[in-house]
Structures are given as structure tokens and as C-alpha cells.
């Protein structure tokens, strides 16, 4: 039988990661600890999911893709607009009307913003958004969320460096909306060009957390619980002699890694170019290929919330 | 004084007077409340002299009393508007204009790859911000401000 809870999520849509409480997203990652010990269980039985890709994504959309598939349900759907009735011309709004015929669930990615939440209010199925534009991915910032509490035990009171492009990286934005609610204190390295926008710095200020600011890490990573990677993208610079200055600052490299706490983990949202060096991966603390692996089960706790199956 | 502007826009016997409308919003004044679009005799006279606003509008609408919520519309324009009700030639109430917590279908997003710019959504925003008026977008959740603000 199901819970209140588990109620209250049914024929929910997960557009933003505000949707869900904090109660229910620790429900997901408690629903993703069971799917990790059992990932391959018959509950999508008879179960259509459609996958709308409107823009590419290879790990995303395998990830959901493998989700339904190891719990039995079937995938409908398209990884490229041109391959769909959008490169006729088709609006969003036709396509979804015509898509939830067919299926369970939507799951969608879609280069503009907002086109997630306008698709949910016109679906009849739950809509899960796999990313539109720069604003939100919240399946990711769940599965990092799960990464987060399964390496280090907890969410409270933990201290996580955000490296990289910070001015335009959704994944950092709502990773630090999230864990905001669980008392974290935020180290953002990032070049002049790509800092924390001020509206997330001020949403911090108005919660009374901290976070403090740096353009080099070197000397303080020993104090981080996890270090969130990402890529500094070349073309982001308006001046490439500020890009050649600061391209080796953002590249970690497992020599660095020497007087990090034993509890430390490395995340990244991947896919990596170069941020990461290949040397750290054989290192224990690299965990960005198990935090790969972990957004099968949180796909498969989200999928089977929305539905009521669990 | 008083009855030189009487006279640049005539007293109305029953209905409504937006005073203090910004000048040069007040078409949006008028196209927000849909005053193109009905019968009612409407009067209004533009730039005229405000201590407060400099160059002000006032709108005379006869036999139109407004919902406290369809007025409030106004407030992302007219922030400063004053409403008199008017029976019988006198002044039986006035109210303020309040910025309401959602806006609904008046402003555009600021955001040019939001859905609503591409296609017809009725745009919605929180108001996260009243003083200086911030706007959230319902959709992509991007901050639209006072300096931005457009009018659809």
C-alpha cells in the first residue's frame, strides 16, 4: 500500500527542483537506495514512457532509457527535433497534446526555457524535465543530491567547493538551491567571467548561510567535504588571453588531492573535457562515474513516484 | 486653479477617476483595464502638471466601478494611481492601487529564449519584489525588473 506521501507525489510533475519538499525529496532518495540494491524488478510493466528530446543528450537520455527499461517499461520517443514533427513546424503545445495520448510519462528536454512547466500544465501524464535551456535539471540535482548523502552519510552541515563555470552552469544553481536547505556552507571558485550570479548569492545571504568566494582553490581544498566540478567553457570568454590565464587554475589533478579530508568526494555532471585530469580517476575519491550510475536509480525512484508505483 | 482643471476634463456624474496615471503610460493605463474596448463615456486629459510625477494623466470613466483585483493591474504602470468613486457628483470613496503577489498576462519576459516569447503562453509572474517591481517568471523562472518591464 501506498503512503501519504507517496500520494500526495502520483500524477505529480517534477519541472523544478522547488516542486518537491524536502520530506519528499528525501522519500526519492530513500525509493533510489531501494532501487540500488534492487535495480532490475518487473513495477513498469505495461508502462509507456516517452522520451522528447528536442535537443541532444547522450547521458540523460540513456539514463532514463535504461531506468525503464531494467524495471520492464517500454520507451516511445525521439532524440533529435529533427527527427520529429517539430522540424515541420509543429508547436510544443501540439506535439504534447498529441504525445500524451500515447504514453504514461514525459520525459523531455528542450532548449527553451520554461518550455517544461508549460508542457506540464497542458500534459494529462506527468512531465519530468530533463533540462530547458539554463534553467533547471532537477533529475540531476537529485541524483547529486543522493551522491552527496550516500558518500558522506548526511546532507547536514557539510561544506561543498562549487568549481568552474558558476555563472552559467544550471547544474551548480540548483545543486545550491537544494542543499541550501541542509545548513551547507558553499566555497565558489570560479574566474572574474563566470562567478556565482548575485541572485544566488543574495538568496543565500537572505537564509543567513555561508559562502565565501575564491579564484583559486589550491590552498584551501583540504577543508572541502565535496568538490562539485565543472567544465570552464572557452567560448564563454569575451577576451582568449583571459581564458589562456585561467584554463590550468580550474583543472584538477590528483597531486592536489594530498591533504583532502578522507571523506572527500569528487562530483562532476559530466560530460568532463579536461577539468578533471585523467590521473585523478583511479583515485578513491573520484566519483563522478559512480554519480553517473546512481542517476539510473534516482530515475528509476523519480519514474516510479510520478506514476504512484511506489 | 482647482476649477481650470475641472474644466480640462469634465466632471462625471456616477462612475470612476484614475488620478496620478504616469503620462506616458497612460495608453498601457488604458489598454490594461480594456477602456478601448468599451462603450462608456470615457474622458481623459495627458500631461498635465504633478508636483509628484511631473507630467500626469487623469482618466474619467462614467459608469464603470472596478474590482479592487482589476485595478491593481494597473499597479505595474501606475504604481502611484488614486481611484474616486464618484455617485452623484461626489467623492464617496478612494482607493490606492497594490501590486499584487501574481501578474497575470500584462508584462512580457524579459528572457528572449522563454517559452512565452516563442509561443502563445499567457505569461505569469511572481512578484518577488513590490517596492521596486521584480518579477519572477512562472516559466523559466528568470527576474524581470522595473527597468525591463515591458508591457504585452
Known amino acids: 500500500m501506498l503512503g501519504i506521501r507517496a500520494i500526495l ?3 505529480r510533475s517534477l519541472v523544478s527542483i ?3 519538499s524536502t520530506e519528499e525529496i528525501l522519500r526519492i532518495l530513500d525509493l533510489t537506495e531501494e532501487f540500488e540494491k534492487e535495480p532490475t524488478r518487473k513495477l513498469l510493466e505495461g508502462k509507456v514512457v516517452a522520451t522528447l528530446f528536442f535537443e541532444p543528450s547522450t547521458r540523460t537520455r540513456l539514463s532514463f532509457e535504461s531506468a525503464v ?3 520492464g517499461g517500454k520507451i516511445v520517443g525521439f532524440s533529435d527535433a529533427l527527427n520529429s514533427s517539430v522540424s515541420k513546424g509543429e508547436t510544443l503545445n501540439d506535439t504534447i497534446l498529441t504525445v500524451n495520448n500515447y504514453c504514461d510519462l514525459i520525459v523531455m528536454r528542450h532548449p527553451i526555457e520554461g518550455s517544461a512547466r508549460y508542457a506540464s500544465e497542458i500534459a494529462s501524464v506527468p512531465v519530468i524535465n530533463a533540462g530547458d535551456g ?7 540535482t537529485l541524483l547529486d543530491l543522493y551522491s552527496i548523502r550516500k558518500t558522506q552519510g548526511t546532507l547536514d552541515n557539510l561544506n561543498i567547493f562549487m568549481v568552474g563555470d558558476l555563472k552559467y552552469g544550471r547544474t551548480v544553481h540548483s545543486l545550491m538551491m537544494a542543499m541550501s536547505r541542509w545548513n551547507t556552507t558553499f566555497n565558489f571558485i570560479a574566474p572574474e567571467e563566470l562567478k ?3 541572485e544566488f548569492k543574495l538568496y543565500l545571504d537572505n537564509l543567513g548561510l555561508k559562502y565565501y568566494e575564491h579564484s583559486d582553490f589550491t590552498d584551501i581544498i583540504s577543508k572541502a567535504d565535496i568538490i562539485y566540478m565543472t567544465r570552464v567553457q572557452k567560448e564563454r570568454f569575451s577576451d582568449p588571453i583571459e581564458y589562456e590565464k585561467v584554463k590550468n587554475v580550474y583543472v584538477l589533478r590528483n597531486s592536489m588531492l594530498k591533504n583532502t579530508k578522507p571523506n572527500m568526494r569528487i562530483l562532476h555532471p559530466l560530460p568532463r573535457v579536461n577539468e578533471i585530469h ?6 578513491p575519491k573520484a566519483y563522478y562515474f559512480e554519480q553517473a550510475l546512481n542517476g539510473v536509480y534516482t530515475r528509476q525512484a523519480i519514474v516510479c513516484s510520478l506514476l504512484g508505483i511506489k | 486653479m482647482k476649477e481650470t482643471k475641472q474644466m480640462s476634463v469634465s466632471a462625471i456624474q456616477n462612475g ?6 504616469p503620462a506616458n503610460n497612460l495608453f498601457k493605463v488604458i489598454q490594461i483595464l480594456g477602456l478601448d474596448r468599451i462603450d462608456n463615456q470615457i474622458t481623459f486629459g495627458t500631461n498635465l502638471e504633478s508636483k509628484k510625477l511631473g507630467r500626469k494623466a487623469i482618466i474619467k470613466i462614467s459608469g464603470v466601478f472596478f474590482e479592487d483585483a482589476d485595478i491593481n493591474r494597473i499597479a505595474l504602470v501606475a504604481p502611484d494611481a488614486k481611484l474616486n468613486i464618484i455617485r452623484d457628483y461626489e467623492v464617496v470613496e478612494k482607493k490606492v492601487v497594490e501590486v499584487p503577489d501574481v501578474i497575470v498576462g500584462i508584462a512580457k519576459c524579459m528572457n528572449p529564449k522563454c517559452i512565452t516569447n516563442f509561443e502563445s503562453v499567457t505569461t505569469r509572474f511572481k512578484v518577488v519584489s513590490k517596492k521596486n517591481v521584480t518579477l519572477k517568471c512562472h516559466y523559466c523562472e ?11
Open chain 1, 134 to 140: 539554463a534553467n533547471q535539471h532537477p533529475t540531476q
Open chain 1, 196 to 198: 556565482m550570479p548575485d
Open chain 1, 69 to 71: 527499461s531494467r524495471l
Open chain 2, 142 to 152: 528568470k527576474i524581470t525588473n522595473q527597468e525591463n518591464l515591458q508591457i504585452i
Open chain 2, 16 to 21: 470612476t477617476v484614475i488620478d496620478h496615471v
Open chain 1, 9 to 11: 507525489m502520483k500524477n
Open chain 1, 18 to 20: 522547488d516542486d518537491f
Open chain 1, 278 to 283: 585523467q590521473d585523478v580517476d583511479s583515485n
